[in-house]
């Protein structure tokens, strides 16, 4: 497979059809479970960098840097829905929810499971 046909960074599509970059068509083939390059049905664990800054995003939740699971994305919204763990006052573990315009996003690194 291409790298730049039939893959994240260029599935084939041209015109309207093709979504909004790189990050955009990764989290739409994550978010439908869709053959991607991050995960092979596993959960999709990633770190999320931020436009303007050259390290990945650390909420301060229990991972530093902050690891995200996509729970939802919205290809003409761009709408992207996280989930990461963190731990409350008492340390007890809780999931936290992350909402992001996904232009926002300008690289995603795949964890593996």
Known sequence: ???LNNSCCGNGQAGAQ???GCVSELLNQLANANTNLCSL???NR???IPRGVAVPLDLG???TPTEFTLVRYDA???CAVF???DVDGTGA???RTYVTDARGIVGIVCLSA
Do not use: C, D, F, K
């Open 1 to 3: 497979m291409s790298l």
């Open 18 to 20: 093709r979504l909004n």
């Open 41 to 43: 049905g596993q959960m």
């Open 46 to 48: 990633v770190l999320i």
């Open 61 to 63: 939740g229990a991972t």
């Open 76 to 78: 003409i919204t761009h």
């Open 83 to 85: 989930t990461y763990a």
């Open 93 to 95: 573990a809780i999931t």
